[in-house]
């Protein structure tokens, strides 16, 4: 699908957009870059801010108008901050990704970003089939170039990776979550870990152990962590037992000096 599509700058006043453009495509997989009637093309500040795409900068095309960078294309996309009098077909940066997913599965389709400073023409927004706009806050709706080119170009990946992708943060976790029986026990020796620390005291318990299931079982623990929790109970308790035990000893000594 990456390769059906086109990303048309539209009369780019600085290079250094471009070199941004170039670097935010390639980050999200795109290489097929027109330039129509760059102000500074190529140049050094591109290839700069380009960073490691210098590549999509070499392979760009350089066209005089929007007309020929859009020649061959079957379908073409428009980004536009503007409200219209006419009613045009407009769609969110999301919407609009899956859409465009289905049209470059059918053919060439051409993304146009217009001038940094006024966008597209009017004239150029009724040679597209579709009209993007990215919902920005009402306070400051201007994107910066390489921005806006990001945003449309990460949408689409999104659509194409969407399958793929995990649907929870934990899916693809190393060991399997502990069952609800092995974690009553872990709870049972921690409450008599804590009794013999004399941390909770089993006459006026008040709600610690409920507090504590409560926080535990928000962090859904596997079998692996709750091994390690365990055996970090187990040792305190060794040391409770054998300071216990020293103590004992002492006392004993103390009452046999006697």
Same mark, same amino acid.
């Given at each position: +699908?990456?390769? *059906?599509? =086109?990303?048309?700058?539209?009369?780019? *006043?600085?290079?250094?957009?471009?070199?941004?453009?170039?670097? @935010?495509? &390639?980050?999200?997989g795109f290489t097929n870059l027109v330039l129509v009637a760059p102000r500074r093309f190529p140049d050094e500040e591109a290839t700069w801010r380009a960073a490691s795409a210098a590549d999509v900068l070499d392979g760009a095309?350089?066209? @005089?108008?929007?007309?020929? @960078? $859009?020649?061959?294309?079957?379908?073409?996309?428009?980004?536009?901050? %503007? !409200?219209? =009098?006419?009613?045009?077909?407009?769609? /969110?940066?999301?919407?609009?990704?899956?859409? $465009? =997913?289905?049209?470059?599965?059918?053919?060439?389709?051409? +993304?146009?970003?217009?001038?940094?400073?006024?966008?597209?023409?009017?004239?150029?927004?009724?040679?597209?089939?579709?009209?993007?706009?990215?919902?920005?806050?009402?306070? #400051?709706? *201007?994107?910066?170039? @390489?921005?806006?080119?990001?945003?449309?170009? #990460? !949408?689409? %990946?999104?659509?194409?990776? #969407? /399958?793929?992708?995990?649907?929870?943060?934990?899916?693809?976790?190393?060991?399997?979550?502990?069952?609800?029986?092995? +974690?009553?026990?872990?709870?049972?020796?921690?409450?008599?870990?804590?009794? /013999?620390?004399?941390?909770?005291?089993?006459?006026?318990? %008040?709600?610690? +152990?409920?507090?504590?299931?409560?926080? #535990?079982?928000?962090?859904? $623990?596997? !079998?692996?962590?709750?091994?390690?929790?365990?055996?970090?109970?187990?040792?305190?308790?060794?040391?409770?037992?054998? =300071?216990?035990?020293?103590?004992? &000893?002492?006392?004993? &000594?103390?009452?046999?000096?006697?």
């Amino acid at each position: +699908m990456f390769e *059906s599509v =086109r990303i048309v700058l539209v009369e780019p *006043s600085h290079p250094g957009n471009i070199g941004g453009v170039a670097r @935010a495509m &390639k980050n999200m997989g795109f290489t097929n870059l027109v330039l129509v009637a760059p102000r500074r093309f190529p140049d050094e500040e591109a290839t700069w801010r380009a960073a490691s795409a210098a590549d999509v900068l070499d392979g760009a095309r350089v066209v @005089a108008t929007v007309e020929e @960078a $859009i020649a061959d294309c079957h379908f073409v996309v428009g980004t536009s901050a %503007r !409200e219209r =009098r006419i009613p045009w077909p407009i769609l /969110d940066s999301r919407r609009a990704a899956l859409q $465009i =997913r289905g049209e470059a599965a059918r053919g060439q389709v051409a +993304m146009l970003f217009g001038r940094e400073d006024r966008g597209l023409t009017n004239d150029e927004l009724k040679l597209c089939d579709l009209h993007v706009n990215v919902p920005t806050d009402e306070a #400051y709706r *201007s994107l910066n170039l @390489a921005m806006a080119v990001q945003i449309l170009c #990460y !949408e689409l %990946r999104m659509q194409t990776l #969407y /399958d793929s992708l995990p649907e929870r943060a934990d899916e693809e976790w190393d060991a399997p979550f502990a069952t609800k029986e092995a +974690m009553q026990r872990f709870y049972e020796h921690l409450e008599q870990t804590l009794i /013999d620390i004399e941390f909770l005291d089993p006459s006026a318990p %008040r709600q610690l +152990m409920t507090r504590l299931q409560r926080l #535990y079982n928000r962090m859904r $623990i596997d !079998e692996m962590e709750l091994n390690i929790l365990r055996g970090m109970l187990t040792e305190t308790q060794k040391v409770v037992f054998e =300071r216990s035990a020293l103590r004992a &000893k002492l006392n004993q &000594k103390t009452d046999d000096d006697e």
